[in-house]
């Protein structure tokens, strides 16, 4: 334990997702250690980035504006909406440059363990977007995990009766994997969801 602000300092960063507590005191020191302009200039684009950023009003992605530049941009097919956890997978998928068409971020997954059903996530929006009749795919791309499984069996009961081709994203094998390192599931879906060496 450090004195004062220290010590405030690492609790603080000890917070963030993913930062355990070395982790956090390893970057208050190199906080401590930085030029007071460097310091200055992160924290004020901690506060200019809570200011500024909010989500998007179509598909929960984040956004500066009221609409995200994929929900502005015409270019994108209207007729494919492609459903995701979290706005970091919106970011995944577009590096890829294979999706062209619409996103829906649903703000997480169902976790009953965690008090998480659909009602706390971004499901009831969802269902405006597709009644015009626009939208015939919806793609769910959500974690190949048990929440996530969990929310692609819920969307897919309540979207099938609409008519709409709900479709899943592959899984499998990782490029560059071995076999003796997967896991049943994944070897398991990597043979369900075999395709032609041909194609």
Known sequence: MYEGV???????????????????????????????????????????????????????????DEQCRICRDERRDPSVLCVVEEYKDVVAIERTREFRGRYHVLGGAISPIDGIGPDQLHVKELMPRLADGAVTEVILATDPNLEGEATATYLTRLLLP?????????????????LEYADEVTLGRAFAGRRSASD
């Not at 609409?162 to 071995?178: E, F, H, I, K, Y």
């Open 6 to 64: 220290v010590q405030d300092l690492i609790d603080e960063l000890g917070r963030l997702p993913g930062v355990g507590p070395k982790s956090a005191q390893r970057i208050a020191f190199h906080l401590l250690q930085a030029e007071p302009t460097d310091v200055r200039r992160l924290a004020d684009v901690l506060i200019e980035v809570k200011a500024r950023v909010k989500f998007c009003s179509i598909c929960f992605n984040v956004s500066e």
């Open 162 to 178: 609409m008519g709409l081709r709900v479709t899943r994203l592959a899984s499998g094998l990782p490029v560059g994997g071995d």
